[in-house]
């Protein structure tokens, strides 16, 4: 679940696919559907239930599936105009409702699940497939998945000279789920609120 503003890609590490669903470019976007159907663009997808959060900007909030290789909810909530301190605050949260996060994820799987090395890790990397950011990283060190209830950082180094870090955390699907899935979120390290009258510049 990418809830930080940036477009994250995702591949195994030492594999050379990329994961399942993930958007490489507007000629090859591999969520949609290979049968042709529109069934990810149906109405119930993409409104938010009415009812999940006492917030009124999340019940009023759009929520679609943010695909490996498309921008993460923040940047969808500037173009809705509704990003506020407690939308923020209720996005980064913890205690985010599982029917919240069931809207916004997409689900994959490793290529190989047993490896002499290990448990398979995942590798990210900053990349705009829409073309709406100049910045590109290169693919961060591979971390694993096993570390439930641990906040993990993991940083990427752009083309052009900076660095980006988020934080990842992991979590065990409730009730039956938890034998086989597990919540990977990922969100903004820092995150700063500007109260004053003034812009500032970090």
């Known amino acids: 679940v990418n809830t930080t503003e940036h477009s994250l890609r995702y591949k195994q590490e030492n594999a050379q696919s990329l994961v399942s669903g993930t958007v490489s470019s507007l000629q090859r976007n591999g969520s949609k559907p290979v049968d042709g159907s529109n069934r990810n663009d149906v109405e119930d997808v993409k409104n938010a ?4 959060l006492s917030s009124e900007g999340l019940q009023s909030m759009q929520l679609d599936t943010i695909f490996s290789g498309t ?6 909530l500037k173009s809705q105009g509704k990003l506020d ?3 923020l605050a209720c996005l980064i949260s913890e205690d985010l409702p599982l029917n919240v996060v069931s809207k916004l994820a997409f689900m994959f799987n490793f290529q190989d699940v047993f490896s002499l090395g290990g448990p398979p890790r995942l590798c990210m990397q900053l990349f705009d497939s829409e073309n709406n950011s100049p910045y ?5 060190s ?9 906040t993990q950082i993991v940083g990427m180094h752009c083309k052009d000279g900076r660095s980006l ?12 789920l938890s034998n086989y899935t597990k919540i990977v979120r990922i969100c903004p390290r820092y995150v700063v609120v500007n109260h004053l009258s003034q812009p500032l510049r970090l």
């Not at 239930?49 to 999940?52: D, E, L, N, P």
């Not at 590109?136 to 961060?140: A, G, Y």
């Not at 591979?142 to 641990?150: A, T």
């Not at 870090?165 to 039956?176: C, D, F, N, T």
């Open 49 to 52: 239930s009415k009812s999940f």
């Open 71 to 76: 921008p993460g909810v923040l940047t969808r």
């Open 85 to 87: 301190p407690p939308m």
């Open 136 to 140: 590109t990283s290169s693919w961060s």
């Open 142 to 150: 591979g971390f694993g998945l096993e570390s439930v209830g641990v």
């Open 165 to 176: 870090e988020v934080s990842v955390s992991i979590s065990v699907a409730p009730g039956r």
